[in-house]
Protein backbone atom coordinates (compact mmCIF):
# COMPACT_ATOMS: atom_id res chain seq x y z
CA UNK A 1 0.00 0.00 0.00
CA UNK A 2 1.29 3.39 -1.30
CA UNK A 3 1.71 5.64 2.06
CA UNK A 4 0.54 8.45 -1.07
CA UNK A 5 -2.84 8.98 0.22
CA UNK A 6 -4.11 12.03 -1.95
CA UNK A 7 -2.43 13.25 -4.73
CA UNK A 8 -2.68 17.08 -7.05
CA UNK A 9 -2.40 16.13 -10.92
CA UNK A 10 -1.92 19.06 -12.90
CA UNK A 11 -4.47 17.83 -16.15
CA UNK A 12 -5.12 18.93 -19.21
CA UNK A 13 -8.09 16.58 -19.97
CA UNK A 14 -5.79 15.25 -22.84
CA UNK A 15 -4.93 11.33 -23.64
CA UNK A 16 -1.35 11.74 -21.81
CA UNK A 17 -2.66 13.10 -18.58
CA UNK A 18 -6.03 11.19 -18.50
CA UNK A 19 -3.82 7.70 -18.82
CA UNK A 20 -2.10 9.21 -16.23
CA UNK A 21 -5.14 10.15 -13.47
CA UNK A 22 -6.09 6.05 -14.42
CA UNK A 23 -2.18 4.95 -13.69
CA UNK A 24 -2.00 6.86 -10.44
CA UNK A 25 -5.11 5.53 -9.33
CA UNK A 26 -4.37 1.87 -10.16
CA UNK A 27 -0.61 2.18 -9.10
CA UNK A 28 -0.76 4.39 -6.04
CA UNK A 29 -4.71 3.66 -5.02
CA UNK A 30 -4.92 7.44 -4.12
CA UNK A 31 -7.26 9.67 -4.14
CA UNK A 32 -6.79 12.01 -7.14
CA UNK A 33 -7.52 15.65 -7.42
CA UNK A 34 -7.19 17.52 -11.15
CA UNK A 35 -6.02 20.95 -11.96
CA UNK A 36 -6.97 22.59 -15.00
CA UNK A 37 -5.09 26.07 -15.56
CA UNK A 38 -6.43 28.52 -17.99
CA UNK A 39 -3.91 30.64 -19.54
CA UNK A 40 -5.22 31.47 -22.77
CA UNK A 41 -4.72 28.27 -24.68
CA UNK A 42 -7.92 28.67 -26.25
CA UNK A 43 -9.04 25.72 -25.61
CA UNK A 44 -12.47 24.87 -24.66
CA UNK A 45 -11.59 23.28 -20.98
CA UNK A 46 -14.90 22.13 -19.22
CA UNK A 47 -14.14 18.67 -21.43
CA UNK A 48 -11.46 18.20 -18.93
CA UNK A 49 -14.43 18.44 -16.06
CA UNK A 50 -17.23 15.88 -17.57
CA UNK A 51 -13.45 13.41 -18.28
CA UNK A 52 -12.67 13.56 -15.05
CA UNK A 53 -15.63 12.75 -13.42
CA UNK A 54 -15.75 10.01 -15.63
CA UNK A 55 -12.61 8.63 -14.18
CA UNK A 56 -14.66 8.93 -10.39
CA UNK A 57 -13.23 12.57 -9.23
CA UNK A 58 -15.58 14.01 -7.02
CA UNK A 59 -16.61 17.70 -8.90
CA UNK A 60 -15.27 19.41 -5.46
CA UNK A 61 -12.21 17.59 -6.43
CA UNK A 62 -11.67 19.04 -9.55
CA UNK A 63 -10.04 22.39 -9.82
CA UNK A 64 -10.32 24.42 -13.47
CA UNK A 65 -8.73 27.98 -12.90
CA UNK A 66 -8.78 31.41 -14.96
CA UNK A 67 -5.61 32.48 -13.83
CA UNK A 68 -4.71 35.02 -17.69
CA UNK A 69 -4.61 38.18 -15.91
CA UNK A 70 -2.04 36.59 -13.09
CA UNK A 71 0.22 35.18 -15.65
CA UNK A 72 0.27 38.42 -17.80
CA UNK A 73 0.42 40.68 -14.90
CA UNK A 74 2.48 38.85 -12.28
CA UNK A 75 4.75 36.84 -14.70
CA UNK A 76 4.63 37.73 -18.33
CA UNK A 77 4.80 41.92 -17.60
CA UNK A 78 7.99 41.59 -14.77
CA UNK A 79 9.73 39.32 -17.24
CA UNK A 80 9.46 41.69 -20.40
CA UNK A 81 10.55 44.76 -17.90
CA UNK A 82 14.17 42.83 -18.80
CA UNK A 83 13.56 42.66 -22.27
CA UNK A 84 14.05 38.89 -21.62
CA UNK A 85 15.31 36.61 -25.07
CA UNK A 86 17.05 33.32 -24.32
CA UNK A 87 19.88 32.44 -27.04
CA UNK A 88 18.98 35.13 -28.66
CA UNK A 89 15.63 34.38 -29.88
CA UNK A 90 13.33 32.49 -27.72
CA UNK A 91 10.91 34.65 -25.62
CA UNK A 92 10.40 32.02 -23.15
CA UNK A 93 6.83 31.56 -23.74
CA UNK A 94 6.36 27.84 -21.73
CA UNK A 95 8.99 28.80 -19.53
CA UNK A 96 7.58 31.28 -17.63
CA UNK A 97 4.23 29.33 -17.28
CA UNK A 98 5.50 26.45 -14.96
CA UNK A 99 6.30 28.94 -11.84
CA UNK A 100 2.21 29.79 -11.95
CA UNK A 101 0.96 26.14 -12.57
CA UNK A 102 3.17 24.71 -9.52
CA UNK A 103 2.10 28.02 -7.94
CA UNK A 104 -1.33 27.02 -8.24
CA UNK A 105 -1.05 23.32 -7.57
CA UNK A 106 0.84 23.66 -4.56
CA UNK A 107 -2.04 25.81 -3.08
CA UNK A 108 -4.50 23.12 -3.91
CA UNK A 109 -2.85 20.65 -2.46
CA UNK A 110 -2.78 22.83 0.70
CA UNK A 111 -6.49 23.55 0.14
CA UNK A 112 -7.54 19.64 -0.22
CA UNK A 113 -4.61 18.38 2.23
CA UNK A 114 -2.72 16.48 -0.89
CA UNK A 115 0.54 15.13 0.04
CA UNK A 116 1.69 14.67 -3.16
CA UNK A 117 1.46 16.59 -6.68
CA UNK A 118 2.01 14.80 -10.21
CA UNK A 119 2.88 16.53 -13.42
CA UNK A 120 2.89 15.02 -17.00
CA UNK A 121 6.03 16.18 -18.19
CA UNK A 122 8.80 13.41 -19.73
CA UNK A 123 11.68 12.32 -18.59
CA UNK A 124 13.81 14.29 -21.53
CA UNK A 125 12.18 17.94 -21.25
CA UNK A 126 12.47 20.81 -19.51
CA UNK A 127 9.16 21.35 -18.08
CA UNK A 128 9.88 18.36 -15.11
CA UNK A 129 12.46 20.46 -13.74
CA UNK A 130 10.70 23.60 -13.94
CA UNK A 131 7.64 21.71 -12.45
CA UNK A 132 9.28 20.15 -9.62
CA UNK A 133 11.36 23.26 -8.48
CA UNK A 134 8.86 25.48 -8.04
CA UNK A 135 7.13 22.42 -6.12
CA UNK A 136 9.99 22.38 -3.99
CA UNK A 137 10.52 26.02 -3.37
CA UNK A 138 7.15 26.72 -2.05
CA UNK A 139 6.45 23.46 -0.93
CA UNK A 140 9.73 21.65 -0.03
CA UNK A 141 8.28 18.51 2.24
CA UNK A 142 6.05 17.90 -0.96
CA UNK A 143 6.39 14.48 -3.04
CA UNK A 144 5.91 14.68 -6.37
CA UNK A 145 5.17 11.50 -8.98
CA UNK A 146 6.73 11.87 -12.18
CA UNK A 147 4.92 9.06 -13.78
CA UNK A 148 7.32 9.17 -17.21
CA UNK A 149 10.21 8.80 -15.27
CA UNK A 150 8.34 5.58 -13.57
CA UNK A 151 6.15 4.03 -15.64
CA UNK A 152 7.19 1.09 -18.34
CA UNK A 153 4.70 2.92 -21.36
CA UNK A 154 7.57 3.43 -22.95
CA UNK A 155 5.84 3.43 -26.22
CA UNK A 156 3.06 5.22 -28.19
CA UNK A 157 1.81 1.89 -28.61
CA UNK A 158 1.60 0.78 -24.81
CA UNK A 159 0.43 3.97 -23.93
CA UNK A 160 -2.40 3.84 -26.84
CA UNK A 161 -3.30 -0.27 -25.13
CA UNK A 162 -3.43 1.09 -21.69
CA UNK A 163 -5.65 3.64 -22.41
CA UNK A 164 -7.54 1.28 -24.34
CA UNK A 165 -7.80 -1.47 -21.33
CA UNK A 166 -8.81 1.07 -19.49
CA UNK A 167 -11.58 2.85 -21.48
CA UNK A 168 -10.55 6.34 -21.93
CA UNK A 169 -11.55 7.51 -25.48
CA UNK A 170 -8.72 7.80 -28.22
CA UNK A 171 -9.38 10.61 -30.71
CA UNK A 172 -8.87 8.91 -34.26
CA UNK A 173 -5.62 11.23 -34.44
CA UNK A 174 -3.78 9.37 -32.27
CA UNK A 175 -4.48 5.84 -33.47
CA UNK A 176 -3.54 6.83 -36.82
CA UNK A 177 -0.09 7.54 -35.58
CA UNK A 178 -0.40 10.84 -33.21
CA UNK A 179 -1.09 14.04 -33.52
CA UNK A 180 1.51 15.60 -36.17
CA UNK A 181 3.32 18.16 -33.05
CA UNK A 182 3.68 17.91 -29.57
CA UNK A 183 2.11 21.51 -28.87
CA UNK A 184 1.72 24.10 -25.69
CA UNK A 185 -0.02 26.95 -25.63
CA UNK A 186 -0.73 29.95 -23.47
CA UNK A 187 -1.44 33.42 -23.82
CA UNK A 188 2.24 34.01 -24.90
CA UNK A 189 2.89 32.05 -27.16
CA UNK A 190 2.01 28.51 -28.80
CA UNK A 191 4.87 25.90 -29.77
CA UNK A 192 5.23 23.15 -31.65
CA UNK A 193 8.02 20.16 -31.39
CA UNK A 194 8.15 16.54 -32.41
CA UNK A 195 7.36 14.53 -35.36
CA UNK A 196 8.47 16.30 -38.71
CA UNK A 197 10.54 19.22 -36.79
CA UNK A 198 13.19 16.54 -35.13
CA UNK A 199 15.13 16.37 -38.15
CA UNK A 200 16.77 20.09 -38.39
CA UNK A 201 17.40 19.82 -42.05
CA UNK A 202 13.43 20.00 -42.99
CA UNK A 203 11.81 23.12 -43.24
CA UNK A 204 8.22 23.34 -41.11
CA UNK A 205 5.13 23.13 -43.02
CA UNK A 206 2.96 25.62 -43.52
CA UNK A 207 -0.11 23.87 -42.31
CA UNK A 208 1.59 23.73 -38.68
CA UNK A 209 1.40 27.52 -37.86
CA UNK A 210 -1.47 28.56 -36.20
CA UNK A 211 -1.80 32.20 -34.72
CA UNK A 212 0.08 33.96 -37.97
CA UNK A 213 -0.23 34.27 -41.07
CA UNK A 214 2.95 33.67 -43.47
CA UNK A 215 4.47 37.36 -43.88
CA UNK A 216 3.81 36.45 -47.77
CA UNK A 217 -0.21 36.36 -47.40
CA UNK A 218 0.02 39.53 -44.34
CA UNK A 219 -1.82 42.46 -45.70
CA UNK A 220 -0.10 44.80 -48.40
CA UNK A 221 -0.99 47.81 -46.22
CA UNK A 222 1.10 48.57 -42.83
CA UNK A 223 -0.91 48.89 -39.48
CA UNK A 224 0.28 51.83 -37.06
CA UNK A 225 -0.73 51.15 -32.94
CA UNK A 226 0.41 52.89 -30.07
CA UNK A 227 1.72 51.50 -26.74
CA UNK A 228 1.04 53.62 -23.60
CA UNK A 229 3.82 52.54 -20.88
CA UNK A 230 3.54 52.54 -17.07
CA UNK A 231 6.37 51.87 -14.99
CA UNK A 232 7.25 49.14 -17.49
CA UNK A 233 4.20 47.84 -18.16
CA UNK A 234 1.75 47.97 -21.49
CA UNK A 235 -1.42 49.95 -20.20
CA UNK A 236 -3.36 51.03 -23.55
CA UNK A 237 -3.79 50.25 -27.11
CA UNK A 238 -4.61 52.84 -29.15
CA UNK A 239 -5.81 55.40 -26.54
CA UNK A 240 -7.89 52.39 -25.10
CA UNK A 241 -6.89 51.19 -21.52
CA UNK A 242 -6.74 47.39 -21.18
CA UNK A 243 -6.05 44.78 -18.59
CA UNK A 244 -2.49 43.17 -19.02
CA UNK A 245 -4.57 39.62 -20.89
CA UNK A 246 -6.92 42.23 -22.38
CA UNK A 247 -3.37 43.80 -23.75
CA UNK A 248 -1.91 40.36 -24.93
CA UNK A 249 -4.94 39.27 -26.48
CA UNK A 250 -5.21 42.32 -28.43
CA UNK A 251 -1.64 42.01 -29.14
CA UNK A 252 -1.11 38.60 -30.63
CA UNK A 253 -4.67 39.16 -32.88
CA UNK A 254 -2.57 41.78 -34.33
CA UNK A 255 0.46 40.41 -34.66
CA UNK A 256 -0.80 37.21 -36.40
CA UNK A 257 -2.51 39.30 -38.51
CA UNK A 258 0.77 40.68 -39.79
CA UNK A 259 2.54 37.53 -39.85
CA UNK A 260 4.76 38.51 -36.99
CA UNK A 261 6.36 36.57 -34.38
CA UNK A 262 7.29 33.27 -36.09
CA UNK A 263 10.54 30.94 -34.80
CA UNK A 264 12.05 28.07 -35.60
CA UNK A 265 14.98 27.79 -32.93
CA UNK A 266 17.64 24.75 -31.99
CA UNK A 267 17.63 25.24 -28.56
CA UNK A 268 19.86 23.99 -25.79
CA UNK A 269 17.84 22.43 -23.29
CA UNK A 270 18.84 22.13 -19.74
CA UNK A 271 19.22 18.79 -19.57
CA UNK A 272 21.60 18.48 -21.99
CA UNK A 273 20.36 17.81 -25.34
CA UNK A 274 19.55 20.10 -27.98
CA UNK A 275 16.01 20.27 -29.36
CA UNK A 276 13.98 21.56 -32.00
CA UNK A 277 10.78 23.65 -31.54
CA UNK A 278 8.97 26.23 -33.49
CA UNK A 279 6.85 29.24 -31.79
CA UNK A 280 4.42 31.78 -32.48
CA UNK A 281 4.72 35.12 -30.05
CA UNK A 282 3.43 37.70 -32.06
CA UNK A 283 1.85 39.93 -29.07
CA UNK A 284 5.73 39.56 -27.35
CA UNK A 285 7.30 40.15 -30.25
CA UNK A 286 5.34 43.35 -30.34
CA UNK A 287 5.56 43.78 -26.76
CA UNK A 288 9.84 43.42 -27.09
CA UNK A 289 9.84 45.83 -29.85
CA UNK A 290 8.06 49.05 -27.94
CA UNK A 291 9.52 48.12 -24.61
CA UNK A 292 12.98 48.95 -25.82
CA UNK A 293 11.86 51.65 -27.83
CA UNK A 294 10.77 53.59 -24.52
CA UNK A 295 13.44 52.48 -22.57
CA UNK A 296 15.87 54.29 -25.03
CA UNK A 297 14.52 57.50 -24.20
CA UNK A 298 13.92 57.23 -20.74
CA UNK A 299 16.97 54.73 -18.88
CA UNK A 300 19.90 56.11 -18.25
CA UNK A 301 22.87 54.72 -20.65
CA UNK A 302 24.50 52.64 -18.25
CA UNK A 303 21.22 51.22 -16.25
CA UNK A 304 20.11 49.88 -20.10
CA UNK A 305 23.64 48.25 -20.64
CA UNK A 306 23.94 46.74 -16.93
CA UNK A 307 20.21 44.96 -17.69
CA UNK A 308 21.60 44.29 -21.00
CA UNK A 309 24.22 42.81 -19.21
CA UNK A 310 22.05 40.62 -16.97
CA UNK A 311 19.73 39.67 -19.30
CA UNK A 312 21.01 36.55 -20.61
CA UNK A 313 21.77 35.72 -16.71
CA UNK A 314 17.88 36.56 -16.21
CA UNK A 315 16.45 34.57 -19.36
CA UNK A 316 18.70 31.07 -18.20
CA UNK A 317 17.34 31.17 -14.94
CA UNK A 318 13.65 31.51 -16.33
CA UNK A 319 14.41 28.68 -19.09
CA UNK A 320 15.79 26.21 -16.33
CA UNK A 321 13.00 27.06 -13.99
CA UNK A 322 14.54 28.89 -11.48
CA UNK A 323 11.60 31.47 -10.99
CA UNK A 324 11.20 30.70 -7.35
CA UNK A 325 15.23 31.37 -6.92
CA UNK A 326 16.30 33.95 -4.67
CA UNK A 327 18.77 34.48 -7.27
CA UNK A 328 15.79 35.84 -9.78
CA UNK A 329 14.07 37.41 -7.28
CA UNK A 330 17.05 39.57 -6.22
CA UNK A 331 17.89 40.40 -10.37
CA UNK A 332 13.90 40.92 -10.57
CA UNK A 333 14.00 43.74 -7.28
CA UNK A 334 16.82 45.46 -9.32
CA UNK A 335 14.80 45.41 -12.71
CA UNK A 336 12.02 46.52 -11.50
CA UNK A 337 13.40 49.59 -9.84
CA UNK A 338 14.65 50.77 -13.32
CA UNK A 339 11.40 50.84 -14.31
CA UNK A 340 9.87 53.96 -12.31
CA UNK A 341 10.55 56.30 -15.09
CA UNK A 342 9.57 54.37 -17.91
CA UNK A 343 6.74 55.91 -19.04
CA UNK A 344 5.36 57.04 -22.13
CA UNK A 345 4.07 56.11 -25.90
CA UNK A 346 5.62 54.30 -28.80
CA UNK A 347 4.20 53.86 -32.02
CA UNK A 348 5.18 51.11 -33.84
CA UNK A 349 4.85 50.20 -37.46
CA UNK A 350 3.41 45.85 -38.86
CA UNK A 351 3.71 45.09 -41.99
CA UNK A 352 4.58 41.35 -43.41
CA UNK A 353 6.34 40.12 -40.62
CA UNK A 354 8.14 43.15 -39.11
CA UNK A 355 7.99 45.35 -36.58
CA UNK A 356 9.28 49.13 -36.88
CA UNK A 357 9.46 51.71 -34.42
CA UNK A 358 8.82 54.81 -35.99
CA UNK A 359 8.64 57.34 -32.97
CA UNK A 360 7.97 57.57 -29.28
CA UNK A 361 7.64 60.04 -26.24
CA UNK A 362 7.70 60.40 -22.63
CA UNK A 363 7.18 62.69 -20.13
CA UNK A 364 10.04 61.35 -18.38
CA UNK A 365 12.42 61.49 -21.33
CA UNK A 366 16.46 61.86 -20.97
CA UNK A 367 16.62 63.11 -24.57
CA UNK A 368 17.38 66.57 -24.90
CA UNK A 369 17.19 67.98 -28.50
CA UNK A 370 19.16 70.84 -28.05
CA UNK A 371 21.71 68.95 -27.42
CA UNK A 372 21.42 66.19 -29.59
CA UNK A 373 21.20 68.83 -32.39
CA UNK A 374 23.27 69.25 -35.42
CA UNK A 375 22.11 72.86 -35.35
CA UNK A 376 23.10 75.69 -33.43
CA UNK A 377 22.91 74.29 -29.56
CA UNK A 378 23.45 78.15 -28.01
CA UNK A 379 26.73 76.63 -26.26
CA UNK A 380 24.51 74.07 -24.36
CA UNK A 381 27.26 71.54 -25.37
CA UNK A 382 31.15 72.61 -25.99
CA UNK A 383 32.33 70.25 -28.94
CA UNK A 384 36.20 71.31 -27.58
CA UNK A 385 35.56 69.68 -24.27
CA UNK A 386 35.22 66.06 -26.38
CA UNK A 387 39.52 66.17 -27.19
CA UNK A 388 40.11 66.13 -23.39
CA UNK A 389 37.53 63.17 -23.58
CA UNK A 390 39.00 60.99 -25.76
CA UNK A 391 42.83 61.54 -25.18
CA UNK A 392 42.02 60.44 -21.44
CA UNK A 393 40.23 57.18 -22.68
CA UNK A 394 43.07 56.54 -24.89
CA UNK A 395 45.96 57.01 -22.24
CA UNK A 396 46.06 52.90 -21.43
CA UNK A 397 46.46 52.40 -24.73
CA UNK A 398 48.77 54.68 -25.71
CA UNK A 399 51.11 53.88 -22.22
CA UNK A 400 51.40 50.40 -24.44
CA UNK A 401 52.01 51.28 -27.62
CA UNK A 402 54.90 53.34 -26.21
CA UNK A 403 56.18 50.19 -24.06
CA UNK A 404 56.44 48.26 -27.44
CA UNK A 405 53.62 46.17 -27.27
CA UNK A 406 52.31 44.41 -30.50
CA UNK A 407 48.79 45.64 -31.01
Known amino acids: MSDIKKVVLAYSGGLDTSVILKWLQDTY ?54 NTVYEGEYLLGTSIARPLIAKRQIEIA ?86 HLEDPKAEAEE ?58 LVENRYVGMKSRGCYETPGGTILLKAHRAIESITLDREVAHLKDDLMPRYASLIYNGYWWSPERRALQALIDSTQNEVNGWVRLKLYKGNVYTVSRDSKDTLFDQTIATFDDDGGAYNQADAAGFIKLNALR ?11
Not at 397 to 407: D, P, V
Open 110 to 195: RQVGADAVSHGATGKGNDQVRFELGYYALEPGIKVIAPWREWDLVSREKLLQYAEDAGIAIDMKHKQGGAPYSMDANLLHISFEGR
Open 29 to 82: QCEVVTFTADIGQGEELEPARAKAIKFGIKPEQIFIDDLREEFVRDFVFPMFRC
Open 397 to 407: MRIESRAGRKL
Open 207 to 264: TMWRWTVSPEAAPDKAEYLDLEFEHGDVVALNGVRLSPAQVLTTLNELGGKHGIGRLD
